[in-house]
């Protein structure tokens, strides 16, 4: 199972981007799919999560009504919209796959978010 993430760049506060994570490799289940970032010096972070099966979405507080996580089952991708970013939303974000209970076990290598002030 291979996780690849594209869409990071660089962009001005208040801007927007969106992120991609396609899912490739063996047929597997998921429960979820989630996003999550870490920026320098900082732990991971939470940030969004979708359950596959139903589509319920959970966020972490700090993106709520900025960003939104959305998946298309045909293409085996989960995406990231991100609007209104801040400087401190600058991170490496990766995506991850929690395939057999509500832990992640399957990561992707993350892609680069900079936000300028």
């Known amino acids: 199972v291979q996780l690849v993430e594209s869409g990071g760049g660089l962009v001005q506060a208040g801007g927007s981007l969106r992120l991609s994570c396609a899912a490739s490799?063996?047929?597997?289940?998921?429960?979820?799919m989630g996003w999550f970032r870490r920026a320098p010096g900082k732990e991971r972070e939470f940030v969004a999560q979708?359950?596959?099966?139903?589509?319920?979405?959970v966020y972490g507080d700090s993106v709520k009504g900025r960003f939104t996580i959305s998946k298309d089952t045909a293409k085996n991708t989960v995406y990231l919209q991100m609007s209104n970013l801040k400087p401190e939303d600058t991170a490496v974000y990766s995506c991850?796959?929690?395939?057999?209970?509500?832990?992640?076990?399957?990561w992707g290598q993350g892609t680069q978010v900079t936000v300028s002030s």
């Open positions: 991850a796959a929690a395939t057999v209970t509500s832990t992640y076990d399957y």
């Open positions: 490799g063996r047929t597997f289940s998921r429960n979820y």
């Open positions: 979708i359950r596959w099966s139903t589509g319920s979405k």
